[in-house]
């Protein structure tokens, strides 16, 4: 059933039209998600499907008694209402608190606010999450979501994926959020140049669609045939655990990328690297780490010894809150420990992109700002310079003569990560840096750091770009280490969730002991039929951090062999020995795993 259709619509900002005679449909069940370069017309485009925005010209209609849920980039709220009368519109306690699904969405958007809140008291995140819910809460026939991920972490958007593909309701997102796309698009919709270009399948299929169509005309230029095919490359090439790719385009796939090299040349930047940097780049020796200082705040790291070694790229991952940014700090060396030692290497050239916008001359000229830092800089094997990497990076002709005070919040994220490459760092550490860049942005910044020698630690909650800049992932788990994860975000995701079970579990173990005279005499009776004692669920849980202690040793000490490696790549004697332990350690931490993997379904089966 067709629910919105679009005839010959145009629209325009003043000179700039965004749409013009824009003719598309949109039916029952379609899941489509909209890309495009930022300020092209995705807002104009699903603000006029929603109907708060008229075009200049053309007719928009919807089916009668279309049920529209829009979400929009900014959120108005009644500051002194009530969080749960904004979300559950009036609804009794026993109504919705009786609703699995309305429970299941205050579980995970709105589990660390208090409900009896007023709004004005939410922080931005918060205000976001809290629009969010209300709009999950009601039913729709067509949902509209503009960047619905936004100050979402990776479990949060993972669950939010999972909650949108199981609706009913036909759905239209804007974000740039490549992993979201995927999840959850059959569809995608790019606005470019005024038009909407179709493409049947999620951002993968879109990639290879868009690659296809270039080939066969054989019009784009040369630069962004090598972006597409290196992005192409590295889809079909990247992590296992990307099950998106879609079949029915991998035979156009194939001519593109036969000779196409990996998207980075590993051994040899890390060769670069290691040249630049020696064998010592950030170790931490028994180090503690408050979020708020000695002993305030929640506990980061508590006894962590780690090393980050010359061209490691590690994505640093852990919930909202759980002390990313404050461990970054920490290796720039804007934070102390509260205790431990922290080691780093005579020859860092040491880059922070934090969060917050450096302060920069609101006066200035885009060129000039990046500039005066440095005219040229070499990046991998090429130079570059200054108004080369600003038309890399969105740039273009005249703007790179705007003046940084009308800049927006992204274009200052972008020359801020400019100034910072112009320094030529050999340590580079990320604090969301995908924050308000659109897509075409986002693989041009990929493809910089690709050529790009050095240590880079970044954080990102775009699943899609850590998977891609990152080689492998540690997480903050809540217990005060760096949790080595070969498995990568998936991995991530399954440790938080059976950790989830397990804290349960505890707790309805503990609180059945507490109070109980009889425990140990119960701790000796045999299990319920199919079921465990509480006396075995501990020793299980034992086993289980003993276990993962034991990963993480084998995982400290593989980043340990790999730097040797680095060290030692012309003394091919050594490197055998080195190798044959790597193999050996990869081995012994397989079966640790494996193990692992056998303790936790039994606790999960008990």
């Known amino acids: 059933m067709n629910l919105v259709n679009l005839e010959s619509v145009s629209h325009a900002f003043g000179p700039k039209p965004l749409l013009a005679d824009v003719s598309l449909g949109l039916e029952e069940g379609d899941r489509i998600g909209v890309v495009g370069r930022n300020g092209g017309g995705k807002t104009t485009l699903i603000s006029i499907i929603a109907g708060t925005l008229k075009p200049d010209s053309g007719r928009v209609t919807h089916t009668r008694g279309l049920r529209v849920g829009a979400l929009a980039q900014r959120d108005q709220f009644d500051p002194d209402a009530a969080v749960k009368d904004i979300v559950l519109g009036g609804r009794a306690e026993h109504e919705w608190a009786g609703d699995a699904a309305i429970r299941e969405i205050l579980a995970n958007l709105l589990s660390d606010i208090d409900l009896a809140s007023p709004a004005g008291a939410l922080s931005g995140g918060e205000r976001r999450r809290t629009a969010l819910a209300r709009l999950l809460v009601e039913e729709h026939d067509l949902l509209i979501l503009d960047e619905p991920t936004n100050h979402l972490d990776i479990e949060a958007i993972a669950w939010l994926a999972g909650h949108l593909v199981q609706r009913k309701s036909a759905l239209l997102v804007v974000t740039h959020d490549r992993w979201f796309l995927d999840a959850v698009s059959t569809r995608t919709w790019e606005v470019v140049d005024g038009s909407v270009e179709r493409y049947e399948g999620g951002y993968a299929a879109y990639v290879l669609a868009k690659a296809e169509r270039a080939r066969i005309a054989q019009a784009a230029e040369e630069r962004r045939q090598n972006l597409m095919r290196k992005e192409i490359a590295w889809l079909r090439r990247g992590p296992p655990a990307r099950t998106s790719k879609p079949k029915f385009r991998i035979n156009a796939a194939e001519a593109l990328i036969a000779n196409e090299p990996p998207p980075r040349e590993t051994v040899e930047l890390l060769s670069f690297a290691s040249a630049r940097l020696g064998k010592t780049v950030v170790d931490l020796e028994d180090v503690t780490l408050h979020a708020g200082g000695p002993d305030a705040g929640p506990l980061v790291l508590d006894h962590c010894t780690y090393q980050f070694g010359p061209g490691d ?208 005499a119960r701790d000796e009776e045999p299990a319920p039929a199919g079921g465990l004692s509480a006396k075995e669920l501990r020793e299980l849980q034992k086993e289980l951090n003993r276990l993962e202690r034991q990963i993480d040793k084998f995982g400290e000490r593989e980043a340990k062999l790999h730097a040797e490696m680095a060290e030692a790549a012309s003394d091919f004697e050594r490197l055998g020995r080195l190798d044959a332990e790597l193999r050996e350690i990869a081995a012994q931490k397989e079966s640790a795993e494996i193990e692992w993997m056998a303790v936790a379904e039994r606790l999960e089966g008990r």
């Open 313 to 520: 790229r590690i994505g640093l991952i852990g919930v909202n809150g759980s002390g990313k940014s404050s461990v970054l700090r920490l290796l720039s060396g804007t934070v102390e420990a509260d205790s431990g030692r922290i080691v780093r290497g005579k020859t860092v050239r040491l880059a922070h992109l934090s969060q917050e916008l450096a302060e920069l001359d609101p006066t200035r000229r885009v060129l000039e700002t990046v500039e005066e830092i440095r005219k040229y800089v070499q990046v991998g094997k090429k130079e570059w310079s200054a108004s080369q990497l600003l038309e890399r990076l969105g740039f273009r002709g005249e703007a790179q003569w705007k003046v940084v005070g009308d800049l927006s919040g992204g274009e200052r994220r972008r020359l801020q990560f400019l100034r910072l490459i112009m320094n030529e760092p050999n340590v580079l550490l990320l604090d969301e840096p995908t924050n308000d860049l659109d897509i075409e942005t986002l693989t041009e910044l990929e493809d910089l750091l690709d050529g790009w020698p050095g240590t880079l630690v970044v954080v990102s909650h775009d699943r899609y770009f850590l998977e891609r800049v990152a080689d492998r992932c540690v997480a903050l788990l809540g217990d005060g280490r760096l949790s080595m994860l070969p498995g990568g975000v998936d991995e991530y995701l399954e440790r938080r969730a059976a950790g989830a079970a397990l804290s349960a579990r505890a707790a309805a173990v503990t609180a059945a002991a507490t109070g109980a005279p009889e425990r140990a």
